[in-house]
């Protein structure tokens, strides 16, 4: 795709390595530490960055693969500090901007102005009254699934990897979201599995880096370099295709079109094909996994907690809504759904953690942040902050309710990031969310089929382990 183009959108100059440590008014993991807990950090990441915000405070400076100096925050005040009051002097770090070599250069890995433009054309195609149109798809997509538990669970309770299955219907949403629902099964299949071979190999670039003279050795680079153009040539296919229809034909209420139809303020120009490609690439991207894990947590949860699914029930029952699906209107007739998706994303964070870095000098509360201090903003705990949030590891989804005691921590919950480069799609995925939660419980119970608590594996995003398998049952 951009081979030869700059993946490091920083300028040259500013390299996180460059910071000097020292003059940094943090607190520090000696080096040796980090060294030695390298395996373990990469293996456990969670576990270990929780034991040294324990140790040391709630912004502490560790060497990431015992490498790389970083400092992991949990608290609030900065990161309010990085991604909104001051969001001006920080970027995304090189660990975002490795995927445009993949993916291309769309809202989530684009930067400076040219990120502002093209937010500012593709936001509209997001707003609320968008989303109504878009809600019979999200519908369409849980029926699919629902029919799907139908048929397994006709002679008896059925057994399903639930993060699987999950990861199908966020697929199905975007991708008929994004292209319309003409797209056949055959495409979206290939296309999730290209999507999943390089989001998989570019994390493990990431997580391993002392692999990459082997992985370019045995080919892998150039593997997943065609990989891409093949994702690029797909979804390039789709335009043309689009851009072809006759005259004559209805344009759909799809992203695409919104992308298509988009022109600039200024120039009055609607976007090149290479960057409808690249944004379609990023929403593709973007919109799946986080809302795939999402709804795997969410199941998770209520299998744990059955009282809960049980008063989200009682909720719709109350509503009128236990015998039909919700329209997008009245799912705002649902405070305590929506809570109980709060919650979930409270204590997994699809998005677990965030990394910016400093493209200036700055200053916090009197201290000096050097120009390249690397910053990964740790979502994780601060979602779970001891003294933050009472019961920090409870499922308390009442916590989201209206005039609830204490209120929400301001800045402490970010599943959607914050400041000006919020999540695009929050209500899209939100709206998603709840469409597949209440058409699930409509019809199914749902029990946790193991003893044993899952871990969260976490990559880009935080996943549950591979076969996160719960026991549905048809409601009499
Ligand atoms: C539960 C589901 C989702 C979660 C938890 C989530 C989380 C996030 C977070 C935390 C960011 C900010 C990243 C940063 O500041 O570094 C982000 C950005 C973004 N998300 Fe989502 N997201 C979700 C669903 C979606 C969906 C469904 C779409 C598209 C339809 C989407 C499209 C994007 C885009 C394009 C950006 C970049 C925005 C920008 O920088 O202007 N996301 N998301």
Same mark, same amino acid.
């Given at each position: 795709?951009?081979?030869?183009?700059?993946?490091?959108?920083?300028?040259?100059?500013?390299?996180?390595?460059?910071?000097?440590?020292?003059?940094?008014?943090?607190?520090?993991?000696?080096?040796?530490?980090?060294?030695?807990?390298?395996?373990?950090?990469?293996?456990?990441?969670?576990?270990?960055?929780?034991?040294?915000?324990?140790?040391?405070?709630?912004?502490?400076?560790?060497?990431?693969?015992?490498?790389?100096?970083?400092?992991?925050?949990?608290?609030?005040?900065?990161?309010?500090?990085?991604?909104?009051?001051?969001?001006?002097?920080?970027?995304?770090?090189?660990?975002?901007?490795?995927?445009?070599?993949?993916?291309?250069?769309?809202?989530?890995?684009?930067?400076?102005?040219?990120?502002?433009?093209?937010?500012? +054309?593709? /936001?509209?195609?997001?707003?609320?009254?968008?989303?109504?149109?878009?809600?019979? +798809?999200? /519908?369409?997509?849980?029926?699919?699934?629902?029919?799907?538990?139908?048929?397994?669970?006709?002679?008896?309770?059925?057994?399903?990897?639930?993060?699987?299955?999950?990861?199908?219907?966020?697929?199905?949403?975007?991708?008929?979201?994004?292209?319309?629902?003409?797209?056949?099964?055959?495409?979206?299949?290939?296309?999730?599995?290209?999507?999943?071979?390089? /989001?998989?190999?570019?994390?493990?670039?990431?997580?391993?880096?002392?692999?990459?003279?082997?992985?370019?050795?045995?080919?892998?680079?150039?593997?997943?370099?065609?990989?891409?153009?093949?994702?690029?040539?797909?979804?390039?296919?789709?335009?043309?295709?689009?851009?072809?229809?006759?005259?004559?034909?209805?344009?759909?209420?799809?992203?695409?079109?919104?992308?298509?139809?988009?022109?600039?303020?200024?120039?009055?120009?609607?976007?090149?094909?290479?960057?409808?490609?690249?944004?379609?690439?990023?929403?593709?991207?973007?919109?799946?996994?986080?809302?795939?894990?999402?709804?795997?947590?969410?199941?998770?949860?209520?299998?744990?907690?059955?009282?809960?699914?049980?008063?989200?029930?009682?909720?719709?029952?109350?509503?009128?809504?236990?015998?039909?699906?919700?329209?997008?209107?009245?799912?705002?007739?649902?405070?305590?759904?929506? /809570?109980?998706?709060?919650?979930?994303?409270?204590?997994?964070?699809?998005?677990?953690?965030?990394?910016?870095?400093?493209?200036?000098?700055?200053? !916090?509360?009197?201290?000096?942040?050097?120009?390249?201090?690397?910053?990964?903003?740790?979502?994780?705990?601060?979602?779970?902050?001891?003294?933050?949030?009472?019961?920090?590891?409870?499922?308390?989804?009442?916590?989201?309710?209206?005039?609830?005691?204490?209120?929400?921590?301001?800045?402490?919950?970010?599943?959607?990031?914050?400041?000006?480069?919020?999540?695009?799609?929050?209500?899209?995925?939100?709206?998603?969310?709840?469409?597949?939660?209440?058409?699930?419980?409509?019809? !199914?119970?749902?029990?946790?089929?193991?003893?044993?608590?899952?871990?969260?594996?976490?990559?880009?995003?935080?996943?549950?382990?591979?076969?996160?398998?719960?026991? !549905?049952?048809?409601?009499?």
């Amino acid at each position: 795709m951009k081979s030869g183009d700059t993946h490091n959108l920083m300028p040259d100059s500013v390299s996180p390595a460059s910071a000097p440590l020292a003059a940094l008014p943090f607190p520090w993991v000696p080096r040796w530490q980090t060294l030695l807990s390298s395996l373990a950090m990469a293996r456990q990441p969670i576990a270990n960055l929780n034991r040294v915000h324990a140790n040391y405070g709630d912004t502490v400076g560790l060497h990431l693969g015992g490498i790389r100096p970083c400092y992991s925050t949990r608290d609030p005040t900065l990161v309010q500090h990085i991604l909104q009051k001051n969001h001006r002097r920080y970027l995304k770090s090189d660990l975002t901007h490795g995927l445009i070599r993949y993916i291309g250069r769309g809202l989530l890995t684009n930067e400076g102005p040219d990120w502002l433009r093209q937010r500012r +054309l593709i /936001q509209p195609g997001f707003h609320r009254q968008r989303l109504t149109g878009l809600t019979h +798809l999200m /519908q369409a997509a849980a029926a699919g699934w629902v029919h799907e538990l139908q048929t397994r669970t006709a002679a008896g309770p059925a057994v399903v990897d639930i993060h699987e299955a999950m990861t199908r219907v966020a697929f199905r949403v975007i991708s008929q979201a994004t292209f319309g629902a003409s797209m056949s099964d055959a495409a979206r299949d290939r296309l999730s599995e290209v999507l999943t071979q390089i /989001q998989a190999f570019y994390v493990r670039t990431i997580r391993q880096p002392y692999l990459r003279p082997w992985l370019q050795g045995i080919g892998s680079y150039q593997r997943h370099q065609v990989l891409s153009q093949e994702l690029q040539e797909l979804v390039r296919g789709y335009i043309r295709q689009r851009q072809q229809a006759g005259p004559g034909t209805t344009p759909p209420d799809d992203l695409l079109q919104m992308l298509l139809d988009a022109r600039y303020e200024d120039t009055g120009e609607p976007m090149t094909e290479e960057q409808l490609v690249d944004e379609a690439n990023i929403l593709l991207l973007a919109g799946h996994e986080t809302s795939a894990n999402a709804l795997s947590w969410l199941f998770y949860l209520l299998a744990e907690h059955p009282a809960v699914a049980t008063q989200v029930r009682t909720e719709l029952e109350a509503a009128g809504l236990l015998h039909r699906p919700a329209g997008f209107e009245e799912l705002a007739r649902l405070p305590y759904a929506m /809570q109980v998706i709060q919650e979930t994303m409270r204590l997994y964070p699809p998005a677990w953690i965030l990394d910016r870095v400093a493209l200036e000098d700055d200053e !916090f509360q009197g201290r000096p942040i050097p120009k390249g201090t690397l910053f990964s903003l740790y979502l994780y705990g601060l979602h779970r902050h001891p003294t933050l949030w009472p019961e920090p590891d409870a499922f308390r989804p009442e916590r989201f309710a209206v005039g609830a005691q204490p209120p929400v921590p301001a800045y402490a919950y970010l599943p959607f990031g914050g400041g000006p480069r919020l999540c695009i799609g929050n209500h899209f995925a939100l709206t998603e969310i709840q469409v597949v939660l209440l058409e699930t419980l409509r019809q !199914f119970s749902v029990a946790p089929v193991a003893a044993t608590p899952v871990a969260p594996v976490p990559l880009i995003t935080l996943r549950p382990q591979t076969g996160l398998h719960l026991r !549905f049952e048809r409601l009499g």
